[in-house]
């Protein structure tokens, strides 16, 4: 499972592991809510690759587990 972690001016994206927290596989600068709508949240920001920022999008399911159970 994927979870947000979020920081101030900045949301990461990490694998959720019990009393573990790895390294995030993005990190959006600056993330704003853009939208929400039955179960999909999705956030605006800026993420860095190597020196160039890039304006992204996040789209995230949110749900009960897997497969919506």
């Known amino acids: 499972m994927l979870t947000l972690q979020p920081q101030p001016e900045r949301l990461f994206l990490c694998q959720s592991t019990p009393g573990h927290l790895p390294p995030p596989f993005g990190i959006l600068h600056r993330p704003t809510l853009k939208t929400f709508y039955n179960d999909t949240i999705s956030f ?26």
């Open 44 to 69: 605006a920001g800026l993420e860095k690759d190597g020196e160039q920022w890039c304006a992204q999008v996040w789209f995230c399911q949110v749900g009960q587990g897997y497969g919506g159970e």
